[in-house]
């Protein structure tokens, strides 16, 4: 069983990317075959600043090995390392209906938003069907917004094999439907785009900074004060067991503490969480050969799928 994921190479992560995607996904590593790549070509749809994405590539390589990425028992790579991609992502062009594209939901928000259309936006959707197709993927975890784009693959791969047998796998998504959303400092969903995110890799004088700014109610202190709509005790849930949530709740009701001391105790417990992959990902900023060993390895392994899949293609398609 294959399950395969690309990540986009942008920016700091924070804790809604982990606990709404980053950790479903390495759930399948050791359990299935899975492969997972940074998708650089993709980047460039939005990216258009060289030295960025080369840092960017490598910073996202740097952390999601820190989080558990275990190159031992998942293939990993960069996306551009492996360019039969875009071989197929040409041919696969010829079999995509126009109005399959004009009715992606991503690209329309994006050209709503005031992005400039470019057709590199426009066939996202193509490349990233080639991305799941070459390497026969089974399944594809991904966030509610990208369910679309694993759809407009499955029309894409059975428009292919109407055309010419059963030469590709039909793949399915994979949405974690208990994953609820991560609010921010606001109490809105966390995102980098509103603002109000808590980075998973900043430093303790970040962190404190970053929860002291989490919007509460404005009880006093000495009064008791309410947990179950409280943004600092929703965080507090993702990384407290329910002993320690249990006692958190009676700290909130006693109106013997602040929110600042609730905020106190859910920087410690950030900070504790991440400790394990702050080492390493310490060990790979100074390591980064390793890191781009780690890649290239990852990409041989890909290649040799990709290879095998493509001379099926071209011979079925009729490019000599
Ligand atoms: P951002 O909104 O910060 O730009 P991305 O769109 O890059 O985040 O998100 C990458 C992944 O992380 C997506 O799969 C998405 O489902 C997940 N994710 C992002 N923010 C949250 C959140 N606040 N709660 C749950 N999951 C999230
Ligand atoms: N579009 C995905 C995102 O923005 C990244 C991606 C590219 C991807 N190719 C993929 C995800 C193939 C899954 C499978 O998050």
Not at 60 to 86: C, H, M, R, Y
Not at 151 to 160: N, Q
Not at 272 to 282: G, T
Request: net charge neutral.
């Amino acid at each position: 069983m294959r399950v395969l994921t690309g990540i986009q190479p942008s920016g700091a992560l924070h804790l809604g990317n982990y606990f709404g995607s980053i950790k479903q996904m390495l759930e399948f590593q050791g359990k299935s075959d899975l492969f997972i790549f940074i998708a650089n070509y993709h980047a460039l749809t939005s990216l258009k600043n060289g030295d960025m994405l080369k840092k960017n590539t490598i910073d996202v390589a740097i952390n999601f090995l820190s989080l558990g990425i275990d190159p031992n028992l998942s293939t990993f790579w960069v996306q551009s390392d492996v360019k039969e991609v875009l071989e197929l992502y040409w041919i696969l062009s010829s079999y995509t209906p126009m109005g399959l594209l004009e009715r992606a939901h991503s690209y329309k928000d994006k050209v709503a938003k005031g992005i400039m259309a470019n057709h590199g936006l426009f066939s996202y959707p193509v490349l990233m069907a080639a991305d799941i197709l070459i390497y026969d993927s089974n399944i594809v975890p991904v966030g509610k917004d990208q369910i679309q784009h694993v759809e407009i693959t499955r029309d894409i791969a059975i428009k292919f094999n109407n055309a010419n047998g059963q030469i590709l796998t039909i793949p399915e998504f994979k949405t974690d439907e208990n994953v609820a959303t991560v609010p921010g400092l606001d109490g809105a969903k966390m995102s980098k785009s509103y603002g109000n995110t808590i980075n998973i890799f900043s430093t303790l004088k970040e962190l404190k900074k970053q929860t002291g700014k989490i919007i509460t109610d404005s009880t006093p202190l000495e009064e008791p004060k309410e947990w179950e709509n409280c943004n600092v005790y929703k965080l507090c849930e993702l990384f407290m067991n329910e002993n320690e949530l249990l006692n958190l709740q009676d700290r909130y009701k006693s109106g013997k503490e602040g929110y600042g001391h609730f905020k106190a105790s859910l920087k410690e417990k950030i900070w504790d969480y991440f400790e394990p992959a702050r080492e390493k990902r310490e060990y790979y900023l100074n390591h980064k050969d390793e890191v781009l060993d780690i890649l290239n390895d990852g990409a041989k392994k890909a290649r040799k799928v990709a290879v095998a899949k493509m001379e099926i293609i071209r011979e079925k398609v009729g490019i000599l």
